[in-house]
């Protein structure tokens, strides 16, 4: 999937790159290339989210999809910030638990997991 996000460019959102000239048709219109940018890329998440399994591509996972994962095992998720970090565990049948991660900060993380570029 990432592929088909690192083609995409400015222009098309298929990989063509187009500069943008005077007389541009886009440019006569003020379309700001922003805007063609956002255009193409709502695009390119409709088309993914078309694939089976990827329907929720970028979007949050519903809570119920969670719980249905969580019935061989429970789903824990992670969530490190710079203004606190906590693991919610879900299970089948019980409700979401929360658990406060006081010591994981984003550099304790980077510590313990380096970050490649």
Not at 39 to 61: C, D, P, S, Y
Not at 74 to 93: R, Y
Request: no cysteine.
């Amino acid at each position: 999937m990432s592929i088909a996000l690192e083609a995409f460019t400015l222009s098309d959102g298929a990989g063509k790159e187009e500069k943008a000239s005077a007389g541009d048709p886009a440019e006569k219109q003020g379309i700001h290339p922003l805007l063609k940018f956002a255009a193409g890329w709502n695009r390119t998440l409709a088309e993914i989210r078309l694939l089976e399994g990827f329907e929720n591509f970028l979007r949050v996972t519903p809570f119920a999809q969670l719980r249905e994962a969580a019935s061989d095992g429970p789903v824990i998720l992670v969530n490190i910030g710079q203004h606190g970090s906590d693991a919610i565990i879900i299970h089948k049948t019980a409700g979401p638990a929360p658990i406060p991660l006081p010591d994981a900060t984003p550099l304790a993380i980077e510590v313990l997991v380096p970050f490649s570029d």
